[in-house]
């Protein structure tokens, strides 16, 4: 007890039940390393889409658009049929990866 009559802080309160850790630390009740909030599960992707700047060799560069593949292969492959461009012109063709 304090000068003030109260118990200090540090002290013990009697009571007529033992004290049970669940009631101050209900986290005790799960197993270590699990948490109530269930994870989320990200959906399986083959690989990460990135955008890409296209563009066609005329006598200057001509930019034609963007468009979102996985790798550069597959950008060129997606501009061919987005752009509708011929063998000619897919020869000339210049994709860049976009920051």
Known sequence: MNSHGRPSLGARTTHNRPRS??????TMLRPAGTSRMKSARKKPTAAKL????VSIIRKRGQYLGTVEAPNE???EVV???EFDLTDEQRRRLVVQERN
Not at 21 to 26: R, T
């Open 50 to 53: 990135r955008s890409w700047r």
């Open 79 to 81: 501009a061919v049929a």
């Open 73 to 75: 292969k597959a950008a």
């Open 21 to 26: 850790p669940y009631l101050i630390y209900p």
